[in-house]
């Protein structure tokens, strides 16, 4: 059974890796400046995605965080909809889940 101190240092190390992603993305999208037609079609395509992917990664963060209040609030590993203790293969999955399996549904 993993602990809560290596859940914590995992969404930890998730979260670090998340900003370091979404400060790539910022900067990639910053850098389109082609004056092509051509270029600048694909970079808009290209711009696309990585705002996708930057979207995602935010909500990604949001729930990671949301995971450590809750780690700071002696709450983590309970369902927040019916207070149920979410299951460790669950948590293992989706180490920043507020749900359990009934809930998530």
Not at 12 to 29: F, N, Q, S, V
Not at 31 to 58: N, P, Y
Request: charged share 35%.
């Amino acid at each position: 059974m993993i602990s809560i101190a290596e859940r914590e240092a995992t969404l930890k190390k998730r979260l670090a890796e998340l900003d370091r992603r979404l400060h790539g993305i910022e900067a990639e999208l910053d850098a389109h400046q082609s004056k092509d037609w051509e270029e600048l079609a694909v970079e808009r395509e290209e711009d696309e995605v990585l705002e996708g992917m930057g979207t995602s990664g935010l909500a990604e963060i949001e729930g990671i965080r949301a995971a450590l209040a809750r780690i700071a609030e002696n709450s983590y590993g309970y369902c927040v909809t019916c207070g149920a203790e979410i299951s460790q293969e669950r948590l293992d999955l989706l180490p920043a889940t507020p749900f359990c399996r009934n809930c998530a549904k």
